[in-house]
């Protein structure tokens, strides 16, 4: 069993910046996939940036410029630092780890982002 605690989120205006932390516990393999998952109001959820085991990322392109994933592969953890948030930004944003092609997904509880105009 794997669980994920996400913490960071919150309010902030046009312009400013978060970071978003996810914390992984329980029976995590040490190869694994952790990213950034994101799902706005009457949205689907969407790919924010994910982080493959190795030093591999990949990003929406709604952030590449702004955002930017890491991971301490050690303490099974996965950051995004989020710059210059717009408005559109606005989401839940769910930490997601993936072991491997074939495994389940597991979810964080998700963390509100607000980004006023």
């Known amino acids: 069993q794997v669980q994920l605690v996400e913490s960071g989120g919150g309010l902030v205006q046009a312009g400013g910046s978060l970071r978003l932390s996810c914390a992984a516990s329980g029976s995590v393999f040490s190869i694994n996939t952790m990213g950034w998952y994101r799902q706005a109001p009457g949205k689907q959820r969407e790919l924010v940036a994910n982080?493959?085991?190795?030093?591999?990322?990949d990003y929406a392109d709604s952030v590449k410029g702004r955002f930017t994933i890491s991971r301490d592969n050690a303490k099974n953890m996965v950051y995004l630092q989020m710059n210059s948030l717009k408005p559109e930004d606005t989401a839940v944003y769910y930490c997601?780890?993936?072991?491997?092609?074939?495994?389940?997904?597991?979810w964080g509880q998700g963390t509100q982002v607000t980004v006023s105009s």
């Open positions: 997601h780890l993936k072991m491997a092609w074939w495994a389940r997904d597991y």
């Open positions: 982080f493959i085991s190795g030093g591999s990322t």
